[in-house]
Nanobody
Framework: QVQFVESGGGLVQPGGSLRLSCAAS????????MSWYRQAPGKERELVAS????????NYVDSVKGRFTISRDNAKNTVYLQMNSLKPEDTAVYFC?????????WGQGTQVTVSS
């Protein structure tokens, strides 16, 4: 079955960096768009970034443009989210996601906390 193993979250000071990883299995990773979402306490889950199967097209929510970079390694079935210049408002649980047909699949989430 589809599985994601996310890692890389943690506590970081404002202005710091983190790199999230999501290792996928159970489907043909290289032919699907992959995304990162996040959900802060009391807020709805929002799309942060997505990347097409070949990695040639990426999209970002306005609030992270210029600070976050999504990438993928199809040989390793892994998608990454490099997060720089982190702000307290980036604090959230970050989820790996893909959509296969009519179904959305989610990782377990990794907590990112930006605080001094």
């Amino acid at each position: 079955q589809v599985q994601f193993v996310e890692s890389g979250g943690g506590l970081v000071q404002p202005g710091g960096s983190l790199r999230l990883s999501c290792a996928a299995s159970g489907f043909i990773f290289s032919i699907y768009t992959m995304s990162w979402y996040r959900q802060a306490p009391g807020k709805e889950r929002e799309l942060v970034a997505s990347i097409t199967r070949g990695g040639d097209i990426t999209n970002y929510v306005d609030s992270v443009k210029g600070r976050f970079t999504i990438s993928r390694d199809n040989a390793k079935n892994t998608v990454y989210l490099q997060m720089n210049s982190l702000k307290p408002e980036d604090t959230a649980v970050y989820f790996c996601n893909t959509r296969l047909g009519e179904y959305n699949y989610w990782g377990q989430g990794t907590q990112v906390t930006v605080s001094s």
